[in-house]
């Protein structure tokens, strides 16, 4: 084993051990050392379980998601928030929750229906001559997602009070809906795409290196985009259907694991580990910044994730890369 | 359509970007372990030709044939393991190593879940060796000068070990020495025993290094063969609209463009 792997395996690690740690400090076992009641049961298994378990899941979907688009587009800033999967999947849920009553399910239903749609329609306007460029996925992105953010602003203006509240909640994203029906999609789901994204890691290394030479190496350049951008679409709306587009997680996972491990390439394995680890991180943070207020996960994931961006930036700035 | 005598031709070859027509009906054969370079003004289609050799670019019509077969009906990684290409501006990845660039020529011969073998690193140690990269091998690329940059990218085409290698305008963008460099390791890759195919700026390094010599003006084949029979005052004032003299290369021996002063003066 070469030594970048065996960092990026001791990497790895770390990172499963730090999604334990949030998971049992979000659990908080030291409270049950009198022996566990009846209603300490109940709220760990309806309660606390299924909230680690779509933490997990949908910050090791998103995160993955995250490093497939940055790498297909060859940008950095190529993320479901930028790309405007996050602003289809609010429309999506903005028209559920007004439209049709707002019960989990149908926000669900419909916030993935929204991103999904999103994706494909990116996909079909950027497609030219049978030719998907990064750049072009990321501009018409920008585009759409300006054109939605508009949308569910006028949405919300629309809306009343409480269905607007529930939607603000629902946009910022929160695993405090979360319930086993939710972990079961979830897991489904991510177990049947991760593994297959997982597969594509070295064509994608190989499509790093632009399209001319991917193609002179043998690599079916298009079929690899196609096959890679709908998997990653899928997982990232089935992530959003759950937990709402936790801001910034997709962006920030795969820049700090690249950072960590030194590797090369899309790292998705370290990746979606340290996605898993964020996102539980930032719920349990979420839940005790402040004494007795519980802020949705979303706005801890945006206010470090968007501080780790400027960070980098101005780094980047710095050492003269941008 | 006769068959053609070499591995790499074209038959009636058009090609063009979006409704742009860029090349005509073209007919040429890459002679079998030729240095061949393909030369011309901007804009002529060198590139675009490159490209269509190495199944980049589709055919608008016409077709590429690879040992007799239309190139595009191989499978396509039976082609990435004799064709290697090094487009004109590839992409860095952030941070990449050489050995690491190198190493990902090997994915032609790679399965999708098979590791690196002791034999990918042999070859990769080999590419390093020929391009004279040994030393540099665990240094990010983004470190190097343009000539060492350069061979690297070389190196990543030979990783692919095939047997005729594409270099599209390898030397663009160098100072002479690195110009020199890049050069001489195509001669000496040619020497081993390669088919080597490469688009070039400059007539004199094409007149010296090349041992065939395809000359496109706009879009069509004007000359080809051995420079000596090739490069004439006449045809550098076709392709290029240059006055010249043409006088043995004192060095070589080869033919050496001396560009007269055009004719059109200012008072």
């Not at chain 1, 949908?58 to 497939?68: E, N, P, T, W």
């Not at chain 2, 055919?59 to 487009?87: F, M, N, Y």
Request: hydrophobic content about 50%.
């Amino acid at each position: 084993m070469s030594p970048t792997m065996k960092r990026s395996v001791g990497v790895s690690v770390v990172f499963v051990a730090l999604a334990a740690v949030a998971a049992f400090a979000t659990v908080d076992i030291g409270q049950f050392s009198g022996g566990i009641t009846e209603a300490d049961a109940f709220i760990i298994n309806q309660l606390l379980l299924p909230r680690i378990l779509t933490a997990v899941l949908a910050g090791a979907s998103l995160a993955l998601a995250g490093a497939v688009f940055q790498s297909v587009t060859r940008n950095p800033l190529g993320s479901p928030d930028v790309l405007g999967f996050t602003q289809g999947a609010a429309t999506g849920a903005l028209v559920g929750i007004m439209a049709f009553g707002g019960g989990a399910l149908v926000v669900a239903v419909s916030a993935w229906i929204g991103a999904v749609g999103s994706g494909v329609t990116i996909y079909l306007v950027a497609r030219r001559g049978g030719v998907t460029g990064g750049a072009r996925l990321i501009l018409v992105g920008i585009g759409i997602a300006a054109i939605l953010s508009a949308v569910n602003e006028y949405l919300i203006t629309r809306a009343n009070i409480v269905d607007a509240a529930a939607a603000t909640v629902w946009i910022t994203g929160s695993l405090d809906g979360s319930t086993w029906s939710g972990v079961v999609i979830l897991a489904a789901v991510t177990f049947l795409l991760a593994p297959c994204l997982l597969l594509t890691s070295r064509s994608l290394r190989v499509l790093e290196l632009g399209d001319d030479l991917a193609i002179g190496l043998g690599l079916g350049v298009e079929k690899v985009r196609l096959l890679t951008l709908t998997g990653a679409v899928l997982l990232a709306a089935t992530a959003a259907s759950q937990t709402g587009p936790v801001a910034f997680l997709a962006l920030c996972a795969p820049h700090l694991a690249r950072r960590l491990t030194r590797r090369t390439g899309p790292n998705l394995v370290p990746t979606l580990l340290l996605g898993a680890a964020l996102m539980l991180w930032a719920d349990y943070i979420s839940q005790h910044a402040i004494p007795n207020r519980v802020l949705p996960a979303g706005v801890v994931t945006g206010v470090l994730g968007g501080g780790y961006l400027v960070y980098l930036l101005a780094h980047q700035r710095k050492t003269g890369q941008i | 359509m006769s068959a053609p005598a070499n591995r790499l031709a074209t038959r009636n070859l058009t090609l063009g970007y979006d409704h742009r027509q860029v090349v005509r009906d073209l007919e040429v054969e890459i002679p079998d372990r030729s240095f061949t370079v393909i030369i011309g003004a901007n804009g002529c289609g060198k590139s675009t030709l490159l490209r269509a050799l190495a199944r980049v670019l589709r055919p608008t019509s016409g077709t590429v044939l690879l040992d007799g077969k239309e190139i595009g009906a191989h499978p396509s990684r039976h082609v990435a393991r004799t064709v290697g290409l090094l487009p004109q501006s590839p992409i860095t990845p952030d941070g990449i190593t050489v050995a690491e660039l190198v190493g990902r020529g090997r994915f032609p011969h790679q399965g999708a879940l098979r590791r690196e073998t002791p034999q990918d690193r042999a070859v990769v140690e080999r590419c390093l060796a020929e391009t004279a990269l040994t030393d540099l091998g665990q240094r990010p690329v983004s470190s190097l000068s343009g000539g060492q940059r350069q061979r690297a990218w070389i190196a990543t085409a030979l990783a692919q070990d095939t047997e005729l290698l594409l270099l599209d305008e390898p030397t663009t963008y160098l100072d002479l020495m690195h110009q020199i460099e890049v050069l001489d390791l195509c001669a000496r890759l040619h020497a081993a025993g390669r088919t080597v195919v490469a688009v070039l700026h400059d007539l004199n390094q094409a007149a010296r290094y090349a041992s065939h010599l395809i000359v496109l003006r706009e879009g069509e084949v004007i000359a080809e063969g051995a420079p000596d029979a090739v490069i004439t005052a006449e045809l550098v004032g076709r392709a290029f609209g240059l006055r010249a003299r043409i006088i043995p290369d004192p060095e070589t021996g080869r033919p050496l463009v001396i560009p007269l002063p055009s004719q059109v003066t200012a008072k």
